[in-house]
């Protein structure tokens, strides 16, 4: 499937970049580990993928659980904000709940590592966080971050984004049947499921004039042919 091609890329390409970063983050460090976690249905795809081989029942049901459990619900896409950024326009506010334990984690550890979304990938601190009640993150890495959102929201631009425990509950589902997981792959068109909202395609990339610069190195790296 060349989207998941694409989207492993784009993973490669960050996670390279990210050894660069100082970083207080280390295994047993969950202090982000939170409700509040948002993906595409691409990422939830991998996920399911990863996770077709079996034991995943109880995973499963924490994510069921987490239906009936407070959590952040966005409103809007990332590049559907690039878009009313770009026209001038003010967003529509966003209520976060407060900081909830994610339904996934088992002790203080990600069971999905390896193919966690983006939004965890990307959740570095240059201090204890634990200690500060906040993440210490670079304005560039911030800036790094939302343009790798746009890019995972683009090429899964058929498809749709919501909260964490909605995706993944609906892709469990979904993609337990082959014919479903067929279509998908096709590229043909989703029913929008309950709580989610759709994707769009880049219409302009949210970077500073300050980072143009500094970030042309990973967006050539970005715009390359997965290998």
């Known amino acids: ?62 994510l069921a659980a987490g239906l009936d459990q407070d959590r952040f619900h966005p409103r809007i896409t990332t590049n559907e904000l690039a878009d009313i950024c770009r026209q001038g326009l003010a967003p529509p506010e966003e209520t976060q709940p407060g900081e909830t334990v994610c339904a996934l984690l088992e002790d203080e550890a990600c069971p999905i590592y390896p193919v966690r979304p983006f939004h965890c990938r990307c959740m570095t601190s240059r201090t204890d966080c634990g200690k500060t009640g906040c993440a210490d993150m670079d304005p560039f890495v911030m800036t790094v971050n939302t343009v790798f959102l746009q890019y995972i929201e683009h090429i899964d631009r058929d498809g749709f984004s919501g909260n964490l425990i909605d995706v993944m509950h609906f892709a469990m589902h979904f993609f337990e049947s082959r014919e479903n997981r067929r279509r998908y792959e096709a590229g043909e068109p989703i029913s929008q499921p309950p709580g989610l909202i759709p994707n769009r395609r880049v219409s302009a990339l949210m970077i500073p004039p300050k980072h143009r610069g500094r970030i042309a190195p990973l967006l050539q790296k970005l715009n390359a042919p997965p290998a």
């Open 1 to 62: 499937m060349e989207n998941k091609k694409l989207l492993e890329h784009i993973y490669a390409v960050y996670d390279d970049f990210s050894e660069t970063l100082p970083a207080a983050c280390r295994r047993g460090c969950a202090h982000c580990c939170t409700r509040n976690v948002t993906l595409t249905t691409l990422e939830a795809y991998l996920i399911a993928a990863h996770l077709s081989a079996g034991g995943h029942e109880a995973l499963a049901g924490r």
